[in-house]
Nanobody, 124 residues
Framework: QVQLVESGGGLVQPGGSLRLSCAASGFTLNDYVIGWFRQAPGKEREGVSC??????YYVDIVKGRFTISRDNAKNTLNLQMNSLKPEDTAVYYC???????????????????WGQGTQVTVSS
């Protein structure tokens, strides 16, 4: 019954912006550790940003450009991406884990449920 559906991906020029959304059903996001991950062709899945019981975290290469947020009224997880670079090209996934977690939350093996992903392509 737990379901996560990403949307908002697409093609954007370098320096542009996209806003990704993850619609959750079957549970309330506020009760979970939540995160955004991405995977480029030939590379391992990489933690981008997350919200744990102790705060919000970002991988260094997106700090200052990406912003994670949770909309409790709509039960959605969002990722605002600005100043996009070609190396940001990847499939982006949202993920959740029920319960508390302390400290950074950017390891993929922490999460139990995943969306199917949305493609982000940054190219001129």
């Amino acid at each position: 019954q737990v379901q996560l559906v990403e949307s908002g991906g697409g093609l954007v020029q370098p320096g542009g912006s996209l806003r990704l959304s993850c619609a959750a059903s079957g549970f309330t996001l506020n009760d979970y550790v939540i995160g955004w991950f991405r995977q480029a062709p030939g590379k391992e899945r990489e933690g981008v940003s997350c919200i744990s019981s102790t705060g919000t975290y970002y991988v260094d290469i997106v700090k200052g450009r990406f912003t994670i947020s949770r909309d409790n009224a709509k039960n959605t997880l969002n990722l605002q991406m600005n100043s996009l670079k070609p190396e940001d090209t990847a499939v982006y996934y949202c993920a959740v884990r029920r319960g508390r977690h302390y400290g950074t939350c950017l390891h993929a093996d922490l999460y139990a449920s995943w969306g199917q992903g949305t493609q982000v392509t940054v190219s001129s």
